[in-house]
């Protein structure tokens, strides 16, 4: 399997974090050559189902998943118990898990913790590919958390509705 971690602290509570990235579609807006689309009557809990469809033409490829636990925050200040989603990939090049941590901390502050453990197609790829399979995953993750840091650390009284 391949693994990786991005850690990231963001200048916004964790509620308005924790809304950010549980609004899939919108995590088209920070990945690039990526676009999201919920695939269940409701975008939130266990169970809500979601499609990133990443790449162009012939290199794009779809990467099904299924959310298995959903804790939003206990509040947004520091102690307060963190917020946690998993979800379940299950798609025809991706298999594995992703799951995300968000940290309350002091200051209206919050960190934000993106893990994933994924194997991709064919499997004996991912054996000898795997710490190249990490590095891509911590840039490019790294990368699309920094862009949605910026979109949460917006004008806390803008009024963005959820997109489903």
């Known amino acids: ?42 975008p939130d809990g266990v169970g809500a189902g979601f499609v990133a469809h990443t790449g162009i033409g012939p290199l794009a490829f779809d990467d099904p998943m299924t959310v ?18 998993e979800a379940d990939k299950h798609g025809r090049v991706v298999h594995g898990r992703a799951w995300f941590d968000v940290i309350p901390l002091a200051g209206g502050r919050s960190r934000v ?34 862009a949605m840091a910026r979109a949460a650390e917006q004008d806390p009284h803008e009024d963005r509705a959820p997109r489903t």
């Open 1 to 42: 399997m391949a693994r990786f971690q991005v850690s990231l602290d963001v200048q916004a509570t964790a509620s308005r974090v924790w809304a950010q990235l549980v609004d899939w579609p919108r995590h088209g807006d920070w990945t690039p050559l990526t676009t999201v689309r919920v695939t269940t009557p409701r």
């Open 68 to 85: 298995a636990l959903w804790q939003p925050p206990a509040g947004d200040d520091p102690g307060d118990a963190p917020g946690r989603c």
């Open 113 to 146: 913790v993106w893990q994933e453990d994924i194997t991709v197609s064919p499997q004996r790829l991912t054996r000898y590919a795997a710490p190249l399979l990490s590095l891509i995953g911590r840039v490019g993750f790294g990368r699309s958390l920094r």
